[in-house]
């Protein structure tokens, strides 16, 4: 079992910045893939960015360039790294994780970018 935390979501007027972490616990050794999915009102939930069972970090077009993930392995912690914020990105951002064909969710953290 994975547990996922999510943390750092909150209203931000636009060009502003925020990170998000995301705190896995349990048994997180050979989780595969891991990485950041959102969901905005009346979509559906997209891929953000994440880490690939290689190690490579894959971004959404839409957030190339604007959106950095990254990770520290000895706190089991996985960030994002949200600059220049649209009013686009407004959305419930899910961390997820893969391992073993299951995937992991956490409860999901909302970001709000104001005009």
């Known amino acids: 079992q994975v547990q996922l935390v999510e943390s750092g979501g909150g209203t931000v007027q636009a060009g502003g910045s925020l990170r998000l972490s995301c705190a896995a616990s349990?048994?997180?050794?050979?989780?595969?893939?891991i990485g950041w999915f959102r969901q905005a009102p009346g979509k559906q939930r997209e891929l953000v960015a994440q880490f690939d069972s290689g190690g490579r970090r894959n971004y959404a077009d839409s957030v190339e360039g604007q959106f950095t993930i990254s990770r520290d392995t000895t706190k089991n912690t996985v960030y994002l790294q949200m600059n220049s914020l649209k009013t686009e990105d407004t959305a419930v951002y899910y961390c997820?994780?893969?391992?073993?064909?299951?995937?992991?969710w956490g409860q999901g953290t909302q970001v709000t970018v104001s005009p």
């Open positions: 997820s994780a893969l391992k073993t064909s299951r995937d992991y």
């Open positions: 349990g048994t997180t050794f050979n989780i595969n893939v």
